[in-house]
């Protein structure tokens, strides 16, 4: 069974550090692994999705990588802002018993102080 | 402007109150599914819809049902609700299957069932 990873559960930076935030999965067979922001009470943003046959996205002060053999994604936010301050999720699609699925870490509450 | 919709934004109801929670998209995608979000437990799939009149159980469907009667609605109905339906729920749709399709969030609907 799929199971998605995201440690720390929570991390405050001082403003202006570049800093990574790490994702696992425990199955390699995925077909893309996506990342989102969720700012509180409110719904998930798209950041980058990266498809099973890449290595990188980026997007602006954002990049995620991906290592499918060892199951890892990170996700890399140059020159922190606290605007960034969010919770990161990452979530994996995957095909289960009868069709394709997206299995969700429970994700990484960041703090960028200011 | 692309977007998933979602209504109540907040609902405060008693135990065994019908209710229905709407969603609507309007980017003709084929896929929507439902979520609930819970702390400790992240995001849970309840329900999810491959097209019209294509509906599936996700990994948490007690106590729900939906229906798929047009491509742009979805909406999550709760027949009898209960208090451990106390949630916070996301709609979502994505232009085909989630393996190989960024999804697209609704803004979210904080349930209380006293």
């Known amino acids: 069974k799929q199971e998605v990873t995201q440690i720390p559960a929570a991390l405050s930076v001082p403003e202006g550090e570049n800093l990574v935030l790490n994702c696992s999965f425990t199955d390699s067979a995925i077909y893309n692994l996506q990342w989102f922001r969720q700012d509180p009470g409110k719904g998930l943003t798209s950041l980058l999705l990266i498809q099973s046959s890449q290595r990188e996205q980026t997007s602006g002060r954002l990049n995620a990588s991906l290592d499918k053999s060892s199951g890892r994604s990170t996700l890399y936010i140059a020159a922190s802002q606290p605007g960034d301050s969010a919770t990161y999720l990452c979530?994996?699609?995957?095909?289960?018993?009868?069709?394709?699925?997206?299995?969700f870490g429970k994700g990484t509450r960041l703090h960028i102080l200011p | 402007e692309a977007q998933v919709t979602q209504n109540p934004r907040y609902l405060i109801t008693v135990t065994g109150k019908k209710l229905t929670v709407t969603c609507s998209q309007n980017?003709?995608?084929?896929?929507m599914s439902w979520y609930r979000q819970d702390p400790g437990l992240g995001l849970r799939q309840i329900y999810y819809s491959m097209n019209v009149e294509v509906t599936d159980k996700g990994d948490v469907p007690e106590g729900y049902k939906v229906s798929r009667k047009e491509k742009r609605n979805f909406p999550l109905i709760l027949e009898s609700p209960s208090p451990n339906q106390t949630s916070l729920y996301f709609c979502a749709s994505s232009p085909g299957g989630l393996a190989y399709y960024e999804q697209y969030f609704g803004p979210g609907t904080r349930l209380t069932v006293t």
């Open positions: 980017m003709n995608h084929e896929y």
């Open positions: 979530a994996v699609g995957t095909f289960t018993n009868r069709d394709d699925k997206i299995i």
